[in-house]
């Protein structure tokens, strides 16, 4: 199986800035495009963004879309979102996410989860 383990999350003002990162490990890391998703206290969990196995091709959720941008470095078997102005919604915890295509992690599927960070916006 394909071990995902998330890290960066920490206490942020509005309008400043994180970087998340997600290392993964077990099975080959670069057949598997990833994703990020996050569930805010009392909803559902929803997809963020995501990005094929080269890295070539990205989708956004349009509530992030010119604020987030989600990157990957095969050779260290690394995806990264990075968050940009932020605002007392994004709070959440957000989970990394490997599955076969990218398509999947846009409709909020996925084959492998990491354990999530914890991103908290102040007002």
């Known amino acids: 199986q394909v071990q995902l383990v998330e890290s960066g999350g920490g206490l942020v003002q509005a309008g400043g800035s994180l970087r998340l990162s997600c290392a993964a490990s077990g099975r080959t890391f670069s057949p598997y495009p990833m994703g990020w998703f996050r569930q805010a206290p009392g909803k559902g969990r929803e997809f963020v963004a995501a990005v094929t196995s080269s890295g070539g091709s990205t989708r956004y959720a349009d509530s992030v879309k010119g604020r987030f941008t989600i990157s990957r470095d095969n050779a260290k078997n690394t995806v990264y979102l990075q968050m940009n102005t932020l605002k007392p919604e994004d709070t959440a915890i957000y989970y990394c996410?490997?599955?076969?295509?990218?398509?999947?992690?846009?409709?909020?599927?996925?084959?492998?989860w990491g354990q999530g960070t914890q991103v908290t916006v102040s007002s």
């Open positions: 996410a490997a599955a076969t295509g990218i398509a999947t992690l846009r409709l909020g599927r996925a084959d492998y």
